[in-house]
């Protein structure tokens, strides 16, 4: 019985080490480092662990294995709007790059997911965004409808007008009313707190419509406005993929992310090692050879799998 009773206490330990792990994890998730995150959560078994290992895969582009491991998550949590939800987008990157009959299973199963996920939070904004999203952007045949994204909007309106606005935005895209997307873009910004998030948003729809000049305005408002914003250091990434995109001042998009990767609010919306390949790309275009191969170091020291980092595309 003793005996029995040590490796019980021996097992509990275990499990307690382990999951005391998975914080520090997540913090390693946010700050880029990928592989300091799945070191962290080695042989963790439990549903945040494994939600965690599907997001640090997500980031890094892995998508099968970031659907199998949010398949696990589930299986073990089904009651968990978010890890139904990463399941839902993980599942989504896959159908983008998946062949047409592929992709139509798939993308019944996105809907599925992100509908389970609205429906056991209610309040979970993201879910419902990412569910609006896919309903604006997909064909009927899978579920979508702008009528539906609608309903989803007038329902994030209760309790989180910035993402209603934003919704609202992509539908009048869609339907090429870019009048009524633009004033919900600016109605989005006056709304967030942190208007550095909002001004990168502004000038997506303004990179999208080619109206360059106001494009780069919107990208130095949010530039400022993130300098003030410790918390809003992601919009410096934003502003500089909307650069990158219009092929518009690399100088800038570079002095943005390394802005970005010098804040200490990074996350994985934007993985640093992302924004480190982005900035070698630039360094390239802007004659900076050693420093683009400093910066493609970097993003291998963070995750020594990100096959852009190792071949230089992305």
């Not at 080490?17 to 390693?28: F, G, K, T, Y």
């Not at 983008?96 to 996105?110: E, I, Q, T």
Request: net charge neutral; charged share 25%.
């Amino acid at each position: 019985m003793r005996v029995l009773a040590g490796l019980l206490l021996t097992g509990a330990i275990f499990a307690s080490a382990q999951s005391a792990r998975e914080p520090q994890a997540n913090a390693a998730l946010q700050a880029g480092e990928a592989d300091k995150a799945l070191a962290l959560l080695s042989g963790n078994g439990s549903a945040q662990a494994d939600n965690l290992r599907c997001r640090v895969f997500y980031a890094l582009e892995q998508w099968d294995r970031a659907v199998s491991e949010c398949e696990r998550a589930v299986k073990l949590d089904s009651q968990n709007s978010g890890y139904h939800m990463w399941l839902a987008r993980a599942v989504g990157e896959k159908a983008s790059r998946a062949s047409f009959l592929s992709a139509y299973g798939l993308g019944k199963r996105v809907r599925t997911e992100f509908e389970e996920a609205a429906r056991l939070d209610p309040h979970n904004a993201e879910a419902l965004a990412d569910l609006g999203e896919f309903y604006y952007s997909a064909p009927s045949v899978i579920g979508g409808g702008l009528d539906k994204a609608e309903g989803v909007a007038a329902q994030l309106s209760g309790f989180d007008p910035v993402r209603a606005h934003q919704l609202r935005a992509r539908i009048a895209e869609e339907r090429k009313d870019y009048g009524t997307a633009e004033r919900e873009w600016k109605q989005a910004l006056a709304a967030n707190p942190h208007s550095a998030l909002g001004w990168m948003e502004l000038a997506g729809f303004y990179r999208r419509r080619q109206r360059w000049a106001e494009m780069e305005s919107a990208v130095r408002s949010g530039d400022n406005a993130a300098a003030r914003d410790k918390r809003a250091g992601v919009a410096f990434f934003n502003g500089a993929s909307s650069l990158i995109q219009c092929k518009q001042n690399p100088a800038l998009a570079a002095k943005l992310l390394e802005e970005y990767l010098a804040a200490s609010t990074k996350t994985e919306e934007a993985p640093a090692f992302e924004a480190h390949v982005r900035l070698a790309r630039l360094n390239d275009q802007l004659g900076q050879p050693a420093a683009a191969s400093r910066e493609r170091a970097a993003a291998l020291a963070l995750a020594h799998d990100y096959k852009p980092a190792q071949d230089g595309k992305h």
